[in-house]
């Protein structure tokens, strides 16, 4: 087995370099996993494990071989190494560089009547994390970004995610390839918008059904508006007019999966 006891070891600086730079990952194809639990569901999400690092004195090497029955590197390192690479203040001892998977919208695999969230130009990768949170919580078809502001495999997005990164289906795009997408399989889009709207709950989202949500400061582009087989609102009785789009998603994803029976 190999072990590393340097930070200044060519390896261990590469691997900093995915954890800090969006770049970086996309020059390698590979990203950073930290924890047992996040692990475990890139494995079931079918991500391919390339290398793991771990901590002898918090996890051993029987319980990593339990962890990812695929072939892998395993290099044993000491807590500064750690300390180095992890991204997160609670310590599990444990990290696994992965290959990131191709996010193109022809490689989804939807059912007969899906239901998908469309959120366009998310900026703050913790509302991409909840946003993820909430689609695995209703076992949504799909989540569709729309003109990403933030790399996808940013340790951010995978922590605030708590593994839901890996349990979705996800892809990009820009907003015309989405809404050309969304056409070509017939499916209805609804988007949630001020102008020009309905109570969201006046809706029928039984049938092939997409929600499309934008960003609290800007809300959507025109061409969701236009193009929307209905804007939708979410009828509001304060001072302020809007909420924070992780919580609107949540709101309109729930009404179509009560109207569906759960």
């Known amino acids: 087995m190999k072990q590393i006891t340097s930070v200044q070891n060519p390896l261990i600086k590469s691997l900093a370099l995915l954890q800090e730079k969006a770049k970086a990952r996309k020059q390698t194809g590979t990203f950073l996993i ?53 991204y997160r203040d609670t310590t599990e001892g444990i990290l696994a560089v992965a290959k990131t998977k191709s996010l193109k919208l022809s490689d989804l695999k939807l059912s007969d009547n899906p239901l998908i969230l469309v959120a366009e130009s998310l900026e703050k990768p913790g509302n991409v994390g909840a946003v993820l949170r909430t689609a695995d919580a209703a076992n949504l078809d799909a989540v569709l970004i729309a003109n990403p502001k933030s790399d996808l495999y940013n340790p951010n997005i995978v922590r605030s995610s708590v593994g839901c990164l890996f349990t979705n289906q996800i892809a990009t795009g820009t907003t015309d390839e989405i809404i050309a997408f969304l056409k070509e399989k017939k499916i209805n889009f609804y988007s949630a918008t001020l102008q020009n709207s309905t109570s969201y709950h006046t809706q029928n989202f039984t049938t092939p059904t997409a929600l499309v949500v934008g960003t609290e400061a800007t809300g959507l582009t025109q061409k969701w508006r236009e193009e929307a087989t209905q804007n939708i609102i979410i009828p509001m009785q304060g001072e302020i007019d809007s909420m924070n789009v992780s919580v609107a998603a949540a709101i309109l994803i729930f009404e179509a999966k009560r109207q569906r029976g759960f």
């Open 34 to 86: 930290e924890g047992q639990r996040e692990i475990s569901l890139a494995i079931k999400g079918g991500y391919e494990i390339e290398t793991v690092l771990f901590l002898p004195e918090l996890v051993s090497e029987t319980e990593i071989n339990k962890l990812i029955p695929s072939p892998f590197q395993i290099i044993e390192i000491n807590k500064e190494v750690y300390q180095k690479l992890a």
